[in-house]
């Protein structure tokens, strides 16, 4: 039987039709001679076979496969050449099966291998509206369906190879993150950026998590339909269900994919450049005084007071340079949060030591903190100040600083209206064996 050319189908999809293949129409009269018909095989060779019509009326279909095998039988030719086809069709040739021009292709395929096996591969006649019958091979059906789903793989394939790839691009970012953030613990002047790095890395896995089960479950489903179409039990139903999976994994692996593209762009704008000094003994007030001296500038260009009180003499021993950075961020972030744009407000500073910590309070008179927004505030990347050059990482920064190298504690307490007081619990003296390598 003749086949489709693979040009002829590049344009087809999953949803092709009977309407899009090329088709024949020749017909006879069902008193046509079989010698008449089986020279015009012989000049055809391209027709799977013929419509035999009745006064104006399609009665049957007769095949080229059909026709010859009879004809090769003993004495058939004698009997049959020289007697209309009618005959031949009465006595041997299978009803006609006639499917519709917008029956889809996998469809059509199930149909015809489902009748009888002696007539499974015998052509199918074609119908739709306004149109007269036409013929077409299940050969060419069947070339035609095999076509479709090696394109159809190739783009599987191209998709699937896509998504290796921006999964090994994730994976190589999460591992240069993860570089990064070694690096970064072991550099006392980047230690609370080490401490982001670990959040971001741990945000990043969510995605790549999603993204690899989305891809494990595609490549599955895949080797599923691959085995049904291998052992001739493909279905519609199966088809369209694979195209499904397909379509819903790709979707979910691309917006895992985007959404960890974002955390990473996030964190590449991020810039924290912060001095960790050694384990040393330290005066308080003396420490806070120096570094309230440093922040005038802002003060002044804000117009708030601050007022500090510690007592004299209160020896502590810490890392004076992550304390530094988290009672700066904590009083800088009371001055770009807690107050209306030119109102002046008092931040006070407060330093309560007990026999083993000292309580560090930053409080503030300003607007407060909403119920919604509070148990927020050390989430890394949250602001209320997003299109005001707000990052979010101020209040993530102080609270990894203060856990982790401070071995302390933070709590905040506020209300609308009613100020903000932010309390940092830590011991006074850190023992030696608390000194990081």
Do not use: W
């Amino acid at each position: 039987m003749t086949a489709a050319p693979d040009t002829e189908l590049r344009h087809l999809g999953l949803d092709a039709t009977l309407g899009d293949l090329p088709r024949t129409n020749f017909r006879i009269e069902a008193d046509t001679l079989g010698s008449c018909v089986e020279q015009l095989f012989l000049d055809r060779s391209d027709l799977p076979g013929v419509l035999i019509y009745d006064t104006g009326r399609a009665i049957g279909v007769l095949s080229r496969r059909r026709f010859m095998e009879i004809l090769s039988r003993p004495f058939s030719r004698d009997l049959y050449a020289k007697r209309p086809v009618r005959t031949m069709l009465q006595n041997t040739s299978p009803t006609m099966f006639v499917l519709k021009l917008g029956e889809r292709i996998s469809s059509a395929v199930e149909k015809a291998l489902l009748r009888d096996p002696n007539e499974a591969y015998e052509p199918v006649a074609v119908s739709g509206d306004g149109y007269d019958l036409s013929l077409l091979s299940v050969d060419l059906l069947l070339h035609t369906q095999s076509r479709i789903l090696e394109l159809a793989n190739e783009e599987k394939n191209k998709l699937l190879e896509d998504i290796r790839n921006s999964e090994q691009n994730l994976r190589r970012t999460l591992e240069q993150l993860e570089r990064m953030q070694d690096q970064l613990i072991q550099s006392e002047k980047m230690a609370a950026l080490g401490q982001l790095v670990a959040g971001v890395a741990h945000e990043i896995n969510t995605p790549i998590g999603i993204a690899l089960t989305a891809i494990s479950y595609l490549a599955e489903q895949t080797a599923d339909f691959g085995e049904t179409y291998r052992s001739g039990r493909m279905k519609k139903s199966s088809l369209e269900a694979y195209i499904a999976t397909a379509h819903d994994s790709s979707e979910l692996v691309r917006m895992n994919i985007s959404r960890a593209a974002v955390l990473i762009s996030s964190f590449k704008q991020v810039a924290v450049d912060q001095t960790s000094e050694n384990l040393r003994d330290f005066e308080m007030r003396q420490f806070l005084t120096e570094l309230l001296t440093s922040l005038n500038p802002e003060f002044k260009r804000s117009r708030h007071t601050v007022a500090l009180e510690c007592p004299d003499d209160l020896k502590v021993r810490s890392y004076p340079g992550a304390l530094s950075q988290v009672v700066t961020n904590l009083v800088s972030n009371a001055v770009k949060h807690a107050f209306a744009d030119d109102q002046p407000g008092t931040i006070r500073l407060e330093v309560l030591p007990t026999e083993a910590d000292v309580v560090i309070a930053v409080a503030d008179n300003g607007r407060g903190i909403s119920g919604e927004v509070l148990p927020r505030i050390f989430e890394p990347f949250f602001t209320t100040k997003r299109g005001s050059g707000g990052t979010g990482l101020g209040l993530h920064i102080v609270y990894n600083l203060i856990h982790e190298t401070l071995k302390g504690q933070i709590t905040v307490e506020s209300k609308v209206g009613g100020g903000a007081r932010f309390a940092v619990t830590m011991p006074r003296i850190l023992p030696e064996v608390e000194v990081r390598e």
